[in-house]
């Protein structure tokens, strides 16, 4: 796959994984937005790389739309998606006194199942069929 001239969108883009992501696309050439709840370490590593920024919350219909506008008006195109967004719950499955907190749970499922679902569905024709999608999740 030719990186150079590519435009991705990582989403979990401002740290772990994602954020090794976004620093290998942007160091082989591409042009990079990173979306993610972490505002701060976000808008750090996309000054960082020569990219762009979205706060976004992949379970959002609304953020998630936004940051692949982002994209396109930026740079006019959106060919790579890494999916990296991603949370998890370190708590027992069934404690003491009762199971965890179902809410929670059904946040965890929101956010690395439908919120990567999402993602690749929200990408507007015809940049769905040359979008690469790729789901890297340590979650």
């Known amino acids: 796959m030719q990186i150079k001239n590519s435009v991705f969108l990582v989403t979990g ?3 772990g994984l994602g954020a090794a992501s976004a620093r290998m696309a ?7 937005v990173i979306a993610d709840m972490q505002v701060e ?11 762009r920024f979205a706060k976004t919350d992949v379970a959002s219909e609304a953020d ?8 396109l008006k930026e740079y006019g195109g959106l ?6 967004a991603g949370i998890a719950i370190a708590e027992r499955t069934l404690g003491e006194e009762a199971a965890h907190d ?5 946040r965890v499922l929101k956010v690395n199942l439908l919120g990567t679902f999402n993602m690749i569905g929200w990408q507007p024709m015809p940049w769905r069929r040359q979008c690469r999608t790729h789901r890297a999740s340590a979650a």
């Not at 942007?26 to 990079?32: H, T």
């Not at 179902?102 to 059904?106: A, I, M």
């Open 79 to 84: 060919h790579v998606l890494v999916n990296c």
């Open 102 to 106: 179902l809410g929670r749970f059904e």
């Open 26 to 32: 942007a160091e082989n050439g591409a042009k990079v």
């Open 64 to 71: 998630g739309k936004a940051a692949v506008a982002l994209a």
């Open 41 to 51: 370490a976000g808008e750090k590593l996309a000054r960082e790389l020569g990219g």
């Open 13 to 15: 883009g401002a740290s």
